[in-house]
Structures are given as C-alpha cells and as structure tokens.
C-alpha cells in the first residue's frame, strides 16, 4: 500500500519554464513533507520542506505547496534550468517518528 | 564539514554470501537511519537508531538483516545469506534530532549475483 504517490515518472520541460512536480498520499497522520533531488550514483539531496500547518514555503527558484484537504503537494520551479535535471523525490513523515515515506520519484529533464 | 559517508561504494556479492555496509554519520548527529532503495522505486525504511539504541525495526525485510550502532556514531548493516532479492542501493541518512532534516550518504550499491 503506497501512501505516497507519484503518479509521473518522467517530465520534460523546456528551459526557462516553468516545472511543476505533483505529489498525492493517503495518510492524514503525515505532518511534515520533503522533497529530495536525487543525481544517478548519490545520494539524495534534502531541497525544501512544509509542515502541515502551513500551506506554502518558499526558497528561491522553489515553491512547495500543501493542500490538506486533498492530500496533494506539489513542487514548483521557476525558471527551470538544465542543472535541475535529477529525479525528485517527494517524501512525508508522520508525527510519530523520524521515518520518511517517499514517492517512487519523477524523473525531471529540462532541456536547453 | 564532511557529509554522510557509506563504504563501500559497490559491492558484488554471491547468493549465500554475508556482507557488512558501514555507514559514516555527519558527526555529532545522534540519529540515523538506514532505507533501502530498489531500482525505479524512491527509498524505503529499514531502521532507525537514536545514539547506540535502535528504536525502530520495523523495515527489516527479514531477521537476515541486522544492524548496529554500538558506540552511537559509525553503524554497520549485515545481511547474511544475501538472495537476489537483496540487490538494491542502502542508504543512511543522519541528523542531529530525529525531527530534523535527513542528511543522507552516497549509498552502497549491493548486486547479489
């Protein structure tokens, strides 16, 4: 039972756009949410995070948006650059714990 | 300072075999985690220590996985008997508070042939 959810593996985006990364879980116990870029033989790399009483952070070029009510978050970056191109990781975690729970990831590609 | 390290980085291994990955923690850091990450899927929990104690492990596959912390700073996890079923990349993860961001390591790549 995957309470995480990435339902996109892949996302092409031009350069210059904007990416926008979508994140669905089923467990209403989950307060903190992460997500993680990951780059092919590392590990992954900690980008923004949202606790569940708030509904937006900001970090630069990285939006993080919470909707409770739908269970959604999603990962905006703008301008999308090539240097972004990594799989994305959407990860939650619950009140009882340190534990995350992570997505099966997206595959972000921004092309030139 | 330096980061989370894992050693080694690759290692092959013959069904049956034991192996032992060693994790680096950043140092000070007083939790740690250890995921499992198969090929195309994101990580999954195996198990968590707060200083020397191992407080949860829930994501333990099988009891041929064990893992240990016994001084509260480097943590090794062993499987023995390896399968096939075992291939995947082993990644840890530190913090300062169990709370905190997740700071994680190269990984170790395990291919059991």
């Known amino acids: 039972d995957q309470q995480v959810k990435q339902n996109s593996p892949s996302l092409s985006v031009q350069e210059g756009r904007i990416s926008i990364l979508n994140c669905d879980y089923t467990?209403?116990?989950?307060?903190?949410f992460l997500w993680y870029k990951k780059y092919p033989a590392e590990g992954p790399t900690f980008l923004i995070s949202?606790?569940?009483?708030?509904d937006k952070n900001e970090d630069g070029r990285f939006t993080v948006f919470l909707n409770k009510s739908a269970k959604h978050l999603s990962l905006h970056i703008v301008p999308s650059q090539p240097g972004d191109s990594a799989v994305y990781f959407c990860a939650a975690r619950n009140n009882q714990g340190g534990k995350l729970i992570f997505g099966q990831g997206t595959e972000l590609s921004v092309k030139p | 300072g330096a980061g989370v390290s894992q050693s080694p980085r690759y290692k092959v291994a013959k069904r049956g075999q034991d192996v032992a990955l060693r994790c680096d923690p950043i140092s000070g850091h007083v939790s740690l985690f250890w995921y499992q990450q198969a090929l195309g899927q994101g990580p999954e929990f195996l198990t968590y220590?707060?200083?020397?104690?191992?407080?949860?492990k829930s994501g333990l596959p099988s009891d041929r996985f064990f893992a240990e912390r016994p001084e509260g700073s480097v943590s090794t996890l062993k499987i023995q008997r390896t399968q096939q079923e075992d291939s995947a990349v082993y990644l840890c993860a530190s913090t300062m508070y169990t709370s905190d961001t997740q700071y994680f390591g190269p990984g170790t790549r395990l291919t059991v042939l």
């Open positions: 467990n209403s116990m989950f307060d903190y």
């Open positions: 220590f707060q200083n020397e104690a191992q407080l949860d």
């Open positions: 949202i606790s569940s009483i708030k």
